[in-house]
């Protein structure tokens, strides 16, 4: 049984940094894509980093582009999140794909599997 597990979430005053990690067990094959998500409260879930395994690339929603990178070791992904603002408040998930199904990295339904999530809360 494939099992995503998030780590690394908790406090930090606006301006830190916190480092996810998602670790990936129960798949045997390679994944097309690991990405993290987050859901604030009040909001809907949205795409934050993807990495795509094969091509060893990434690609950043607008708002954390230049401040948040992913990388990939093995079977953990992690999330590097720098100069962290208020609106970065949310739950963060990790999430799988297995194979591309045709639509954009940033739509949820494009993955397989979710982990339980991880909560950053940022103080300003």
């Known amino acids: 049984q494939v099992h995503l597990v998030e780590s690394g979430g908790g406090s930090v005053q606006a301006g830190g940094p916190l480092t996810l990690s998602c670790e990936v067990s129960?798949?045997?094959?390679?994944?097309?894509?690991l990405a993290w998500f987050c859901r604030a409260e009040g909001k809907e879930r949205e795409a934050v980093a993807v990495?795509?395994?094969?091509?060893?690339s990434a690609r950043y929603a607008d708002s954390v582009k230049g401040r948040f990178a992913i990388s990939q070791d093995n079977a953990k992904n992690a999330l590097q999140m720098n100069s962290l603002k208020s609106e970065d408040t949310a739950m963060y998930y990790c999430?799988?794909?297995?194979?591309?199904?045709?639509?954009?990295?940033?739509?949820?339904?494009?993955?397989?599997?979710w982990g339980q999530g991880t909560q950053v809360t940022v103080s300003s």
């Open positions: 999430a799988a794909s297995v194979f591309d199904r045709g639509g954009t990295w940033t739509d949820e339904h494009e993955y397989h599997h």
């Open positions: 129960g798949y045997s094959h390679s994944w097309y894509r």
């Open positions: 990495w795509f395994i094969g091509a060893g």
